[in-house]
């Protein structure tokens, strides 16, 4: 069997140029023996080298292989090799000398950067957040008072309880019959412990329940703390007064019945220890009770003894309803020395002691009104006072003229008498001409008899003589500065000089 002899392919022979040119072509053409590569992107392909197979990396790498010059049908070095592609490059720059560019595409233009935006950092809000805002900065500010007035609570509850135990680990004894020994025993010049107990209690336990406080134990032991302690501290001295005060006011609601103890709380009577708060009280700038106007039913069935601890009483006013108060003036009364204006109208009160005037003595005004269990006679004391005004009205009096005759202070002071509905039997003295500051003579729905005076003061303003049956004859003397003059329902005629008067015929 024959074997047909294979045919070889000459490339070189084979291939002719089809250009003029003559390009720098080459083909490495492998040896038959030559390892076939796979594709790179095969399974079997190992991954690829670091450099690609170039004709000088695979003349390297084969020795057996050679470089061809396809058109010079010769083989070449690797220095010759480089020469010709110079070359080859050259003249290709010289054929497309004259050719057209390429046509560079169009290019952006260049905008210049934009500047930096100038924003201001300000976050704007909207009126929502605003008032949020507000809302949380007000709660803030009531959790700082409310913690505030907490810690003020606090430690005033630590400091009066460290009060009430250094007070409380004193002693005890009773209080009204330890004032001499307990004075004895302590410095003059402090406040004995009773004292201090009394203010302690007064200052931490009557707020809280005023009725409850010891007055009939207390009140002995604090008026007799002297007045001038140097080594006291002054608001001590201040709550042992208002003690005092409120031990006085508190005597005068004790004795009152239960119709007047609820008109009193419903005054604000014994709700709490602020007693010039209350109504019908006054007081003056060192918190005295100055004046005090009870009206019925806020009366006491009977004047206390304890009032007199109202030393800095000026004005007394008392409206009973005839049957209260009733009784007497207690004693100590007298110890009111203070006292300047005393008004008792429609009370039940007996007769006024004789000396009452005697320790009051600057009284310049006094008042008694439908007192009907008073008697008829006043206090020969009265004549000792200055007064400006004397009103006795609707209850039975005696002469008082000759008494009154011989007072050179009221002579001097009397501006107002008033002696109307006494049932007064007297005629009108002469010495009527003494007072020399009287302005209003007032002696209506008496018993005035005759004769008449001469002559009236100087000073007389306002005259009143009606009603009263038994007078008669002429009525003269009149002063220039009368104003005002009535003697109706009398016999009295009017001479000269007395125009200003009014007769019961002249209606």
């Not at 084969?62 to 480089?82: C, L, M, T, W, Y």
């Not at 057209?100 to 935006?117: A, F, G, K, N, R």
């Not at 005090?292 to 009977?302: A, E, N, R």
Request: neutral net charge; hydrophobic residues 35%.
């Amino acid at each position: 069997m024959t074997t047909k002899p294979q045919s070889s392919y000459n490339f070189r022979s084979s291939w002719k140029p089809a250009s003029k040119f003559r390009e720098h072509l080459s083909v490495d053409v492998p040896i038959d023996d030559a390892p076939i590569q796979h594709s790179r992107f095969s399974a079997e392909s190992s991954p690829p080298s670091f450099r690609t197979a170039s004709a000088a990396t695979m003349n390297d790498s084969h020795p057996g292989s050679k470089v061809r010059d396809i058109e010079a049908q010769s083989q070449r070095s690797g220095f010759r090799n480089r020469l010709t592609h110079r070359f080859t490059n050259l003249f290709f720059d010289l054929r497309v000398l004259g050719k057209e560019p390429e046509i560079v595409p169009i290019q952006p233009p260049q905008l210049p950067d934009w500047p930096p935006l100038k924003v201001e950092d300000k976050l704007v809000r909207c009126a929502c957040e605003q008032r949020h805002e507000r809302n949380r900065k007000r709660i803030r500010i009531w959790l700082i008072i409310l913690i505030i007035v907490l810690l003020f609570l606090f430690f005033n509850t630590v400091f009066l309880n460290v009060r009430v135990v250094r007070l409380s680990s004193a002693p005890p004894g009773p209080l009204a019959t330890s004032i001499t020994s307990t004075n004895s025993s302590s410095s003059p010049n402090t406040l004995s412990v009773d004292a201090q107990q009394c203010i302690s209690q007064y200052t931490l336990d009557a707020p809280a329940s005023p009725s409850s406080y010891p007055c009939s134990s207390c009140l002995p032991v604090l008026q007799s703390v002297p007045s001038g302690l140097s080594s006291t501290d002054p608001s001590d001295m201040q709550q042992v007064l208002n003690a005092i005060q409120f031990c006085g006011l508190k005597g005068i609601f004790d004795d009152s019945d239960s119709t007047a103890q609820t008109a009193l709380h419903n005054q604000g009577w014994l709700n709490d220890t602020r007693f010039c708060a209350w109504n019908s009280v006054t007081c003056d700038g060192a918190g005295r009770v100055s004046s005090l106007q009870l009206t019925f039913p806020s009366v006491p069935s009977l004047f206390p003894s304890e009032l007199v601890a109202l030393t800095g009483l000026q004005s007394l006013s008392v409206i009973g309803n005839n049957a209260m108060p009733a009784g007497s003036l207690p004693s100590s009364f007298t110890n009111l020395t203070l006292l300047t204006t005393l008004h008792l109208e429609s009370t039940a009160l007996t007769a006024l002691p004789d000396n009452l005037f005697s320790s009051l003595n600057k009284v310049t005004t006094l008042a008694l009104i439908d007192n009907a269990q008073m008697g008829n006679t006043l206090p020969s004391s009265v004549t000792q006072l200055s007064l400006q005004s004397l009103v006795i009205n609707g209850q039975s009096l005696n002469n008082p003229f000759p008494s009154f005759a011989s007072s050179a202070s009221l002579q001097s002071s009397l501006q107002l008498l008033d002696l109307s509905s006494t049932n007064l039997t007297a005629s009108i003295p002469a010495s009527i001409t003494s007072f020399t500051a009287l302005k209003e003579l007032h002696l209506s729905s008496d018993n005035i008899q005759s004769p008449l005076p001469s002559s009236l003061p100087q000073s007389l303003q306002l005259l009143t003589l009606a009603n009263n049956s038994g007078l008669s004859g002429t009525l003269s003397g009149c002063p220039s500065t009368l104003q005002s003059c009535s003697v109706t329902g009398t016999a009295v005629q009017v001479g000269s000089g007395c125009g200003v008067c009014t007769t019961s015929g002249s209606g």
